[in-house]
């Protein structure tokens, strides 16, 4: 299995899913419960507190995504997404496309989880060197 991402014309997921109403409710609830547990969001990556609206949701896990009779479901557990700013999202799918490890002989969970670790310590030692 590849992590790489595929082109938007042949997914589904992407030119579907991402615009179904039942992501948009999912996401809205994964929100509400992340403050409901936490009291506020912050990305993953660089763990700035952020709004719902300045944060995209990644999938470690497609297997709560299905279509089913033509209709979307999204029943992702919460631990099955991470709230990232689209600036970090977009370096956490660059790492898993381009690292042959994690976009190839790693789980989609691990690859993404292994990714956002190094995200952080990246991110966090470039805001030292900048203070």
Same mark, same amino acid.
Not at 62 to 91: I, K, M, N, T
Not at 100 to 119: D, E, M, T, Y
């Given at each position: ?26 996401? @809205? ?5 992340? !403050?409901?547990?936490?009291? *506020?969001? %912050? ?5 700035? =507190? &952020? ?9 470690? @896990? ?5 279509? !089913?009779?033509?209709?979307? *479901?999204? %029943? ?5 997404? =991470? &709230? ?16 042959? !490890? ?5 789980? %989609? ?23």
């Amino acid at each position: 299995m590849s992590n790489m991402r595929k082109p938007a014309a042949r997914n589904t997921y992407r030119t579907g899913f991402l615009h179904s109403r039942a992501w948009f409710a999912r996401r @809205d609830r994964w929100f509400r419960e992340e !403050v409901e547990r936490h009291g *506020q969001l %912050r990305c993953e990556a660089c763990l700035q =507190v &952020a709004t719902n609206r300045q944060l995209e949701l990644h999938h470690l @896990d497609y297997s709560g995504v299905a279509s !089913v009779d033509g209709r979307w *479901q999204a %029943r992702e557990p919460h631990e099955d997404l =991470v &709230a990232l700013h689209p600036f970090c999202h977009e370096l956490l799918h660059r790492l898993l496309d381009r690292d042959i !490890v994690l976009s190839r002989h790693r789980s %989609r969970r691990n690859g993404s989880l292994f990714a956002i670790n190094r995200l952080q310590h990246k991110l966090a030692s470039r805001s030292e060197d900048h203070a």
